[in-house]
């Protein structure tokens, strides 16, 4: 299978690298707007095609395509792959598009066009919230009554007001709670808000703190609270607490507790839940979710979070957004 | 410092606050052991205690700690093993300013105004000719003077391990010439080169289709007895250290990011073949007493 990769930031370079291991796959060309990176590029992949224009990757015989590019792009980018025929099946990082009419229209086009896609929404492929997903599937801890999320990150912690930071333009809801709304989405079906409030303590005014109120279709209500400015969150970090009638969950990146209210507690760390993988970069559920999207093209299957499923998630920070005006 | 015995070296991953098991388990450990007095402290009970190395990644934080350790005298008695670069504190760097061309601007800014000229020259060269082997013996050569600077001129550091994200994106990218450059470039610079990876069975299988000298590196890759992190399985990482012609692997996340006791790690290490010493990270003197004197006792030093 040709893959093409589009934007070498660094998760475009974490995805050819996981690409190129995968047996099944041919990295075959790379799309890069920088002149000096694509120059560099050439250099170091002498039998990769190296263009710089999305357009340029038509003809290539690419059979799919990675979106690295930053957010705002991801639309126009998805539009071009598809109106020029660049590949049949798309993979983009998280988010789908930088608003939801944008993530409307990519559906449509999905619709038009065919073709497996893809989100980035790693987390779903990390061990500790596969095994939350199965807990909460069986009914673990009854019936759910609430739920309390957090998306937590030290990248702006102790900066507030420092003019030489610029933190990114896309804000902490799309950029990191996105995660937890996505997982949020996975777990308990669709979701609305009720309330939000935004804060901005860095310097440029895109929103790094966000509170929200959600109910979804079930009734369940549930919280969600984002920051970039929290103390010790060296790397960023999701978590849930989901209460049900029987118990608690608390799962978060690296564990996951079962408490019961007969009294029973159990606790799994990474550790005990079969982490492996064929290949580590990062952490291994890049490798999982790459995996995941070339078997879904080789087994002519649904890749979940697909574009459709994906495109809720941006509804719901368009919602956060409008809620906290 | 040791010249053929087992190396016991103080890991810095609690220095930085960090915690492989759990985020939530560093944030409840507090800030004493990131306090670089403290955390200099630390590496001279371990001292005292049998061990005889420090392995860490170069950050401001550390560079802080050798420089209490030289200030207190200790510095010379450890062997000296640095990880670049600290990627995780670039990647976190480059979304505070501006993704990856802000980042690469700041570090030009800071090799430009760490004054070494040839260097600077090198890394003009690489950016008028988009010479990436000029830029990457740049930032390398940047980086090994940081911890000149930083340990004096007496201590010896003795090893540079290029960071296992690093390693393993170029192992994933087939791109041996760049192991080789890194490699050439150590060995000029009179530093044993090192890789620390993830992907120690595909390093090994790599290494040896590329007919690069496994003899000539050092490696720091995961092993413990419950084979968390050793990727794809812990059989194959076995298989693979067996086949090695010598030791030259550090045992990194021997206590599987402290979900092991320490006397078991190490009775799993032990059995090891090729193992040329171990990295493991503490937070408390009483921990610090423990745990080099038990590694001392089980592994031995030679």
């Known amino acids: ?325 | 410092m040791s010249d053929e015995g087992k190396l016991f070296l103080v890991g810095d991953n609690p220095f930085h606050g960090i915690s492989h098991l759990s985020q939530e388990r560093s944030r409840v450990r507090g800030d004493a052991s990131t306090d670089p007095e403290y955390a200099a402290k630390l590496i001279r009970v371990s001292l005292d205690n049998g061990a005889n190395g420090f392995m860490f990644s170069v950050s401001e934080k550390t560079l802080s700690i050798l420089n209490v350790l030289r200030k207190n005298g200790f510095v010379n008695r450890l062997d000296l093993y640095a990880i670049v670069p600290y990627a995780y504190e670039y990647v976190r760097l480059a979304g505070r300013v501006g993704g990856i061309p802000g980042l690469a601007k700041k570090i030009v800014k800071e090799i430009a105004f760490s004054g070494n000229f040839s260097t600077i020259a090198m890394g003009l060269k690489g950016v008028f000719r988009s010479d990436l082997d000029s830029l990457v013996k740049t930032y390398l050569a940047y980086e090994i003077s940081r911890v000149k600077s930083a340990i004096g001129k007496k201590a010896e550091l003795r090893c540079v391990l290029l960071h296992q994200l690093v390693t393993d994106m170029c192992l994933g990218l087939n791109l041996d010439w760049f192991f080789r450059l890194y490699m050439d470039f150590m060995l000029k610079a009179g530093v044993k080169p090192g890789f620390n990876t993830g992907n120690f069975a595909l390093l090994a299988k790599k290494f040896k289709e590329w007919n690069i000298e496994l003899e000539e590196v050092t490696i720091a890759a995961p092993f413990n007895k419950i084979g968390f992190q050793m990727v794809p399985s812990k059989e194959r990482c076995e298989k693979a250290l067996a086949e090695l012609p010598k030791p030259n692997v550090l045992a990194i996340s021997i206590l599987a990011a402290g979900y092991l006791k320490p006397k078991e790690a190490a009775d799993y290490i032990a059995q090891l073949p090729n193992i040329k010493g171990v990295a493991v990270g503490v937070s408390k003197e009483k921990h610090a007493r423990e745990t080099f004197k038990l590694l001392n006792e089980k592994l031995g030093r030679t």
């Open chain 1, 1 to 325: 299978m040709n893959v093409g990769v589009i934007g070498l930031g660094k998760m475009g370079l974490l995805h050819a690298s996981i690409l190129n291991f995968l047996p099944e796959v041919k990295l075959a060309a790379l799309c890069e707007k920088s002149g000096v990176i694509r120059r560099f590029l050439k250099k170091v992949f002498k039998d990769v095609k190296v263009v710089d224009d999305v357009k340029k990757l038509s003809g290539l015989g690419l059979d799919a395509v990675y979106v690295t590019t930053p957010i705002p792009s991801h639309y126009p980018v998805i539009k071009t792959v598809y109106s020029e025929g660049v590949a049949s099946h798309v993979f983009v990082e998280k988010t789908l598009a930088s608003k939801f009419s944008e993530a409307e229209e990519i559906r449509g086009l999905v619709q038009k066009y065919g073709g497996v896609n893809m989100v980035g929404y790693m987390r779903r492929f990390a061990v500790t919230f596969q095994k939350a997903k199965k807990l909460l599937d069986e009914w673990a801890i009854g019936e759910l009554t609430g739920f309390k999320a957090y998306a937590y990150s030290s990248d702006f912690y102790g900066l507030e007001g420092n003019s030489k930071v610029h933190a990114s333009n896309v804000g902490v809801v799309r950029d990191l709670g996105c995660h937890a709304v996505d997982l949020a989405f996975w777990f308990f079906g669709d979701i609305n808000v009720t309330a939000a409030k935004l804060e901005s303590k860095v310097n440029n005014g895109v929103e790094d703190s966000a509170y929200a109120e959600v109910l979804t279709s079930n009734g369940l209500r549930g919280e969600f609270s984002f920051s970039w400015c929290m103390n010790k969150y060296r790397v960023p970090e999701v978590g849930f607490m989901v209460e049900g009638s029987e118990g608690v969950i608390a799962v978060n990146d690296d564990k996951l507790e079962l408490l019961l209210r007969d009294g029973r507690r159990y606790k799994w760390f990474r550790h005990d839940l079969h982490d492996e993988v064929a290949f580590w970069l990062g952490s291994p559920e890049y490798y999982r979710e790459d995996e995941h999207f070339v078997k879904s093209i080789i087994l002519k299957d649904v890749a979940e979070p697909s574009f459709k499923t994906s495109a809720e998630v941006d509804r719901v920070i368009d919602e956060i957004r409008a809620k906290a005006r």
